[in-house]
């Protein structure tokens, strides 16, 4: 009994308009900074246009990954509410490809700009085999205080002990596959941002996502009881904005790209790896070859890396040791430089920077869920 299992950050799947580039620049679209623009009423009127004209080829392009993902079951991060899901899974899923969704989920996380993670379900599996929703349980309200996670390192950081530990959500999601139980535990955890205080922009939040992998383990342990744990049917999905390894990118589209693969010392996902709790599965594929996100800042700071995980429990990973996860990169931009070997025919209308699916490529594994 087969379970196709995907996770994807959509990209600000959103059904409201943000103004707040009329007055902070840094949130100015670069479309609208072309042109002399002297009222709010008329960026409001233009950035309306602009967005709706953008909108329809990206979401497009998302159904499009989301389609060559093939998943019975997916994960999504960047949701805005569940009626802009509704409406891009009836508008783009459904009438592009037929075989909808039909089973939705999410709840309100902490994310300042309101983005939440998400579940989307078929009624069955490709075997036929159904898939019903038994439960969720957010936990946005857990606190570092609460869970003993506040450190020095946070408080440094200008974080204060009765924070929210989980910047949207940890999600938890019990189903049955063919009456089977599988738990997910939905996530999207602290971005890293610019830098600040003298530190990189991934090392000055590294303390917020180590204590939200912590307070993930904690609650499968709590679940499933801490010596039991990694022999349960679960697996945890979504953008972990970290890395374990990356290939940094030296040359140019002239004299050709290099790659050259760099470990990290450290990274959250050491939390939920170590003693064997779960299991990175994109860590099966080569290594220059377990990306899902190219990031830049210009010529000197490129790399590709993993920001996308699908963890399963240390059972279910044995359970399925052969099993290789997919990652769907035709909805990538193509100003992403792809390793020799690894290039793919684009999705129609893919652009060199935009329309693209979203910045990050979906992953997708099948599971034998026994």
Not at 8 to 25: A, H, I, K, P, T
Not at 236 to 258: H, L, M
Request: proline share 5%; hydrophobic share 35%.
């Amino acid at each position: 009994m087969s379970l196709r299992l995907a996770t994807f950050n959509v990209e600000n799947l959103m059904n409201r308009f943000d103004f707040s580039g009329f007055r902070n620049q840094l949130n100015e679209d670069r479309t609208l900074a072309l042109f002399d623009i002297r009222t709010e009423a008329e960026y409001r009127y233009l950035e309306q246009a602009r967005t709706i004209a953008h909108s329809d080829d990206t979401r497009q392009l998302t159904a499009l990954a989301i389609a060559a993902a093939r998943a019975d079951v997916i994960c999504l991060q960047e949701v805005d509410n569940i009626e802009a899901l509704k409406a891009f899974e009836y508008g783009y899923l459904f009438k592009m490809i037929g075989e909808g969704y039909r089973q939705k989920y999410t709840t309100s996380g902490n994310d300042s700009r309101g983005i939440d993670v998400a579940l989307m379900m078929r009624a069955e599996t490709a075997d036929g085999q159904p898939i019903e929703f038994v439960r969720m349980t957010s936990h946005a309200y857990v606190t570092f205080e609460e869970f003993g996670l506040f450190t020095p390192e946070l408080a440094a950081s200008g974080h204060e002990p009765t924070e929210r530990i989980f910047r949207r959500d940890c999600l938890e999601v019990d189903l049955t596959v063919g009456g089977k139980p599988f738990t997910l535990y939905l996530v999207h955890f602290k971005s890293m941002g610019p830098p600040r205080n003298g530190l990189n922009g991934r090392e000055a939040t590294m303390p917020v996502r180590v204590a939200e992998a912590k307070a993930v383990r904690r609650i499968i342990e709590q679940r499933f009881g801490k010596d039991h744990a990694a022999d349960k049917r679960w697996a945890i999905c979504g953008d972990f904005n970290d890395y374990r390894q990356r290939a940094v990118i030296d040359g140019d589209g002239y004299s050709g790209y290099r790659f050259e693969v760099v470990d990290e010392p450290l990274s959250c996902l050491d939390v939920l790896l170590a003693d064997g709790f779960s299991e990175n599965v994109v860590e099966r594929r080569p290594q220059m070859d377990r990306w899902t996100l190219y990031h830049t800042r210009g010529p000197q700071e490129r790399h590709l890396c993993q920001l996308d995980y699908i963890l399963l429990s240390s059972a279910l990973a044995r359970r399925n040791a052969k099993s290789v996860p997919d990652i769907v990169r035709q909805g990538q931009p193509y100003r992403t430089p792809f390793p020799a070997g690894q290039e793919v025919e684009r999705f129609p209308r893919v652009g060199w920077d935009r329309p693209k699916a979203s910045d990050h490529c979906p992953v997708a594994i099948t599971l034998d869920i026994a």
